[in-house]
């Protein structure tokens, strides 16, 4: 039987989770980790984490959540 695939987009600005519209008006949602964490009790396909933020800044936070 044919199960559609489950992958979450998640939005990170600043290191917390954000709900945007059209990347304008960001909304903090929650902790990053949590958001994945439910996502694999879900069972979700993929993941897929992308950092509005990391053309403005090189930090190292999405390789450290990664990692998590």
């Known amino acids: 039987m044919f199960r559609p695939r489950l992958i979450p987009v998640l ?3 600043n290191n917390a989770l954000v709900k ?3 990347f304008k008006k ?3 949602i929650g902790d990053p980790i949590n958001a994945v964490k439910i ?3 879900l069972k979700a396909d993929e993941l ?3 950092d509005i933020d990391a053309t403005k800044k090189e930090e190292e936070y999405l390789k450290m959540l990664l990692k998590e």
């Open 26 to 28: 960001h909304n903090y």
């Open 48 to 50: 897929v984490l992308l």
């Open 20 to 22: 945007s519209i059209k």
């Open 39 to 41: 996502f694999n009790e």
């Open 11 to 13: 939005l990170l600005k």
